[in-house]
């Protein structure tokens, strides 16, 4: 029994020398490739925060919105974002060169499946981006409109509007990403179905009267002398 | 040019082939008042221009009301009722529908393009809607062009003084400071131009912009002034004329008027920078008093509405405005359920307002919509403030008032220079501007 006991045990420990003399060179190889790029990732943020200062781009960031909605501290530079950017490059492409290392079946499908996702982020990124954006330009105007031709609750429509647009795009993005596709694209066709039936029936049920009260009023107001009059001419 | 006319009025104008004057009508659904504005055009080219070739064009933007017809049906008065001494000739009258974008400004350029080839002279044009033109603003319009070598004519009216309120709180004091010439009525409505003018504006190609709807009168007046063409004033009398369709969109006019002073400014950027102050433009004509129709103007709902403009859109002022101005209008809206009788808005806070959303239409293109239409509960407040001081007082008093708003545009172009060129602002009492997280407000943008 000794015996037997002293050969599992020399085959077990043969069997861990083996898998650290095959993994642990590769580990340790992963490790350095990792730490260097994280060396590599540190110096290039130092050194853009430096020397790049990128007055075009902090211009193109205010002037399209980008800046106020990734920062609404209204702080936000070029020089951050791109150093931040190329930080998180570098770091990320070490992570990878450090994972095809071990040259495994798993690692190399991980690999890809990363590389090939990247350029979908991207876009879906730069959808959600839009998004907002339009989000923000649309809702602003929906606000504006709304204050200006006297409507109640201009906030509110402002807000219903930006959350519109936010969610198509998110709709979008998924799309993109082909994640959730038909969970996302369910909940939009529900959520624009039912918000049309809701109003449909508001207006038909028990909203008519009111829209016609304010269809009244806004007549009566348009029809006042002293409305006509301040706008007679330029 | 005349290959760019629509094929009738290409015709048109082959058939009458040389015309000297042209007098241009644009109209929309203007039926009840057109007859009479015809027939005073007629009646003046007829009385003061007999030697010339008349041409009355109509350029109408698809009329339901049989406007064309009663253009082409007005009856001309007989030589004799208007006490000609010669034979009265007839002038030449033709109806186009105009083509391009919906608004006043694509009816004046299938005028001018007329104009321009019948090889006239000179042109006038008028407004649809008036009652109270006589044949004597045809003689006004045109005669120091064709006697004085005049490239544009502005019209100087009577009016009430709560009538024409965008002219007197916006766009006669600003283009004023900004060109250094005093055009009383630089959006009138009634013009005389030069085959010369006439030329120059057909070359731009800005009829697709705002130019095309209401902001083709201070788009001519702009060009005129600040290309050096020459330019003056004519004393027309008392202006009446039919109240504006009251569904009309206001918002958008007040848009599309002053965010055409804005484009423009951007253009002629290097023509008003270094001008100050201002000198009078040439008047003629026989100034005399006349009776104006009265004006209601309410004020309570101008304020409100000003009030409501500071709950709801303060994020859009805050992006137009320098946080300095904008701190003094919120100052002004912290109480809504003052009297509305009490309400005042400062001459040199307004003015700081205007030149805030100029230079801010400038920076922020991409939003400059959005913003000119954010300007409307603040205009409004500038009314209903313009109103209640000068309730009691008379046309003269009230003129002078208005001097002194345009004095102020004067003295604060200085301010104006700054902040087009980026330059951080200083307090009224010339310390150094806010500093830091409230400069930064303006990354707060753009979308």
């Known amino acids: 029994m000794v015996e037997t006991m002293r050969k599992v045990l020399e085959a077990v420990l043969e069997r861990l020398y083996k898998y650290v003399t095959i993994y642990l060179p590769s580990l340790l190889a992963a490790l350095i490739l990792f730490l260097a790029a994280f060396v590599t990732a540190v110096l290039a943020r130092w050194l853009l925060y430096r020397i790049f200062k990128g007055p075009t781009i902090d211009r193109f960031l205010r002037r399209s919105g980008v800046a106020f909605m990734l920062d609404p501290s209204g702080h936000l530079r070029a020089t951050r974002l791109v150093a931040e950017g190329v930080y998180w490059c570098l770091l990320l492409a070490g992570f990878l060169m450090g994972l095809s290392v071990f040259d495994t079946d798993v690692t190399t499908q991980v690999i890809q499946k990363l590389v090939f996702l990247m350029p979908k982020i991207v876009v879906a990124g730069l959808i959600l981006l839009a998004g907002i954006a339009l989000g923000q330009y649309l809702g602003r105007g929906m606000l504006v409109w709304a204050v200006n031709e006297d409507f109640p609750f201009p906030r509110r429509l402002a807000t219903v509007v930006r959350i519109v647009i936010m969610f198509v795009a998110v709709v979008v993005a998924a799309d993109q990403l082909e994640f959730a596709r038909d969970v996302f694209l369910a909940a939009f066709i529900i959520l624009v179905g039912g918000g049309v039936l809701t109003v449909s029936l508001a207006v038909g049920l028990g909203a008519g009267g009111g829209f016609r009260r304010y269809l009244e009023e806004k007549r009566q107001k348009s029809e006042e002398p002293s409305e006509r009059s301040l706008w007679n001419h330029l | ?447």
């Open chain 2, 1 to 447: 040019m005349s290959e760019r006319l629509p094929d009738d009025a290409r015709l048109a104008a082959e058939s009458i082939g040389q015309a000297g004057l042209v007098i241009g009508i644009p109209s929309y659904n203007n039926g009840r008042t057109i007859g009479h504005v015809v027939r005073a055009a007629n009646a003046g080219l007829a009385k003061y221009f007999p030697q010339f070739t008349g041409v009355v064009i109509n350029s109408d933007g698809g009329s339901t009301d049989n406007t064309r017809e009663a253009v082409l049906s007005a009856r001309v008065e007989d030589g004799h009722l208007m006490l000609l001494s010669t034979p009265m000739g007839v002038a030449h009258r033709l109806s186009f529908p105009y083509h391009g974008i919906p608004g006043k400004g694509s009816a004046f350029r299938l005028i001018f393009q007329m104009a321009s080839a019948l090889g006239a002279k000179a042109c006038a044009v008028i407004d649809s809607d008036l009652r109270s033109i006589t044949p004597e603003w045809i003689e006004h319009l045109l005669r120091p062009i064709l006697l004085a070598g005049f490239d544009f004519v502005a019209p100087y009216y009577h009016r009430h003084k709560y009538d024409g309120t965008i002219t007197n709180s916006i766009v006669y004091p600003l283009t004023r400071s900004l060109y250094g010439l005093r055009v009383r009525q630089p959006i009138g409505g009634e013009f005389g131009v030069s085959a010369r003018l006439i030329a120059r504006y057909l070359e731009r190609d800005d009829w697709e912009t705002d130019v095309g709807r209401y902001g083709i009168d201070i788009w001519m007046t702009t060009i005129a002034v600040a290309e050096g063409f020459r330019v003056c004033q004519s004393f027309l009398g008392a202006k009446l004329h039919d109240a504006k369709d009251p569904g009309s969109d206001l918002s958008a006019m007040l848009h599309q008027v002053v965010g055409s002073v804005f484009m423009l400014m951007r253009e002629y950027e290097s023509v008003w920078r270094p001008l100050a102050g201002s000198k009078e433009a040439a008047l003629f004509g026989f100034r005399f008093d006349v009776g104006l129709d009265p004006v209601d103007v309410n004020v309570e709902r101008m304020v409100a509405a000003f009030h409501r403009g500071c709950q709801e859109l303060g994020e859009v002022w805050a992006v137009a405005l320098q946080p300095e101005t904008y701190a003094q209008v919120r100052k002004l809206g912290e109480n809504p359920s003052e009297d509305a009788k009490a309400f005042h808005l400062e001459d040199e806070l307004w003015t700081r307002v205007i030149l805030d959303f100029a230079c801010a239409y400038k920076k922020h293109p991409v939003v400059s919509g959005q913003l000119m239409q954010s300007l409307t509960p603040l205009y409004l407040a500038r009314v209903a403030s313009f109103v209640q001081e000068t309730r009691t007082l008379s046309s003269a008093e009230v003129e002078n008032k208005i001097e002194r708003l345009c004095l102020k545009f004067e003295e604060l172009k200085p301010y104006l220079v700054r902040q087009w060129a980026g330059v951080p602002d200083t307090k009224l009492d010339g310390q150094p501007a806010l500093e830091g997280s409230e400069r930064d407000k303006e990354m707060k943008l753009e979308v």
